[in-house]
């Protein structure tokens, strides 16, 4: 077929229901409202498997045995200190109200420059880039919020799940069973989601043949903004401001659709149903607001997801429950975004190992709608 006989290309604003490549990592039926890793139903995940058991099934293809998962969680724990000059940057030349996402992005970059297989671009070094990168970015989240507090970083024990050792440097004690158990459900419901706005993002870069690091610090990048990763942060200032202004939950929501304003947390791209992963997280906070005794949190968001609903047809995404999960467990408002990027440097990497398997230049065309036809008029006659 001759370039001329070629058809013409199809234009989605947004890409939207374009398909872009195959992928074996994730499945997604927005209509039922159902999301798969690998196979594997996202309930059944959250369930009855660990955030590891998740990474080496997005990494590798099937879950582990329990060889395979003791050599991971040793690999991980093995990783999780940073080199010292890393917390240096974050005491030093971090200034202390610096976005957590700006700072984290500049210390991924960085890691790059401590990592002797950087641009080692075979198969077994990107894995074993996969790990140390999934197994770093929660020590560089935690040393960030002390260090920015003007407390000391506390050095990860090696110990336990990433969840416990997490809460554990962020927090400079150890945390219950009931909080590592939650900590580790939200990590796996967040770890994979399709071709989303950040990991297309890294696919491309590492279509290029761009190196791992310049991919997840691109992914970062997008997940930054507050129509993706940052969603969950400003639900959570709406429920505090909502509480605060001792407004109804009902009464806000009905003010809201009056303006025509968006509501954080409500609707998806994708689900046309109710998230899956919101469903796990609602029952969750439940759970959560019972053991705490403050059931507010719930109250509010069920009103307003369920008004929402009535009227808009729009129902709840991931972000709407975590807000007020993570809130309960005393994270930081603005650390939310940095916890979703700990979990999602799985996906990520495994869509990178997944690229790199058969890769092709993402390089999609534009649509040219300026003028034509225009001729340069001397400098000295533009008025």
Known sequence: MSQTDAPAPTQSRGLEGVTALDTELSFID???????????????????TSFEETAYLLWKGSL??????????????EARPVHPDLLDHL???????????????TALSMLAAYDDEADVMDAEANYRKAVRLTAKLPTLVAAFDRIRKGLDP???????????DFLYMLNGEEPGPAAEAI???ALVLHAEHGLNASTFTARVISSTLSDMYSAVVGAMGALKGPLHGGANIEVMKTLLKLDESGQSAQDFVDEKLAKKEKIMGI????????????????????DLSEEKGETKWLEMSDTIRTTVKETK?????VDFYSASVYYLLGIET???????????????TAHLLEQWEDNRLIRPRAEYVGPRGLTVTPVAERG
């Open 267 to 286: 609707g998806h791209r994708v689900y046309k149903t109710l998230d899956p992963r919101a469903v796990i997280l609602r029952d969750m906070l439940e």
């Open 183 to 185: 900590m580790d459900a």
């Open 334 to 348: 603005d650390l939310y975004t940095p916890i979703f990027a700990i979990s999602r440097m799985t996906g990520w």
């Open 64 to 77: 582990p045995t329990q060889a395979q998962l003791d050599e991971l969680n040793a690999q991980l724990r």
């Open 30 to 48: 927005g209509q039922k409202g159902e999301l798969l890793y690998r196979g594997y139903g996202i309930q059944d995940l959250a369930e009855n």
């Open 91 to 105: 005491r030093h030349h971090t200034p202390k109200d610096a976005n957590p996402m700006a700072a984290m992005r």
């Open 313 to 317: 047809g729009l129902d709840a995404n």
């Open 154 to 164: 506390v050095a990860p024990k090696q110990e336990g799940s990433t969840a416990h």
